[in-house]
């Protein structure tokens, strides 16, 4: 069956460090991935998408990477702040839908 | 900031009754969607549109029904809310060619 699987529930780092999250999924040819940033109480806020044939791709502090030998896709997140604080979803295209990862809960302390 | 609406945001309801969640976007997009979200839990997509009179079942079943009239409009509708259905609601649209969905601030609905 098709999978999407986000490291650890949580991940707790220290304000300055590089966040890495990490997505792997099985049973799935993706076209693309996709990462989102939910708060609380609030929908997914989309980041960025990486396409198949791309290796990485940056945005700002955001940096993502997609491995479709490994399927895995590694999202950082480098001079972490508070405000990054946040659950990062990531998702895959299948067919004509999108299917989301549970997320991961980052806290970013001061 | 997305231009995707929802009404309510919170919502307290007895059992049995009916309810009809808004959604709302005025992007023009042709594709819309409805999620369910426990907290701390993944989205599950529940309904999605491709466009005016255009509705599919997602892969959570749900006892919940859609219509798009309008394309800008997407709502859900509870014939008879039960507790089961006490979760988040989470609206979401995509068009413009762009791969990205906008979701809506959702709407927290709970059953008594």
């Known amino acids: 069956s098709q999978k999407i699987e986000q490291n650890s529930e949580a991940l707790n780092i220290q304000e300055g460090k590089t966040a890495t999250l990490t997505c792997n999924y099985t049973?799935?040819?993706?076209?693309?991935l996709q990462w989102y940033r939910q708060d609380p109480g609030r929908g997914p806020v989309f980041l960025l998408l990486?396409?198949?044939?791309?290796k990485e791709k940056r945005k700002e502090r955001l940096k993502v990477t997609f491995d479709t030998t490994l399927k895995q896709s590694l999202f950082h997140i480098t001079a972490s702040q508070p405000a990054d604080s946040a659950t990062y979803l990531c998702a895959l295209r299948n067919n004509n839908d999108m299917r989301f990862g549970a997320g991961t809960r980052l806290t970013v302390k001061p | 900031e997305a231009d995707i609406y929802q009404t309510p945001r919170y919502l307290v309801i007895g059992t049995g009754k009916k309810i009809t969640l808004e959604c709302s976007q005025t992007m023009g997009h042709d594709k819309m969607y409805w999620y369910q979200q426990d907290p701390g839990m993944e989205l599950h997509l529940i309904h999605y549109s491709y466009g005016v009179n255009s509705t599919e079942k997602g892969d959570l079943s749900s006892e919940s029904t859609v219509s798009r009239i309008r394309t800008e409009h997407f709502p859900l509708t509870l014939e008879s809310a039960r507790p089961s259905h006490t979760s988040q609601y989470l609206c979401?649209?995509?068009?413009?060619?762009?791969?990205?969905?906008?979701f809506g601030p959702g709407t927290r609905l709970t059953v008594t």
């Open positions: 979401a649209s995509r068009g413009g060619g762009g791969n990205e969905q906008y």
């Open positions: 049973n799935y040819s993706p076209a693309y």
């Open positions: 990486i396409r198949e044939n791309e």
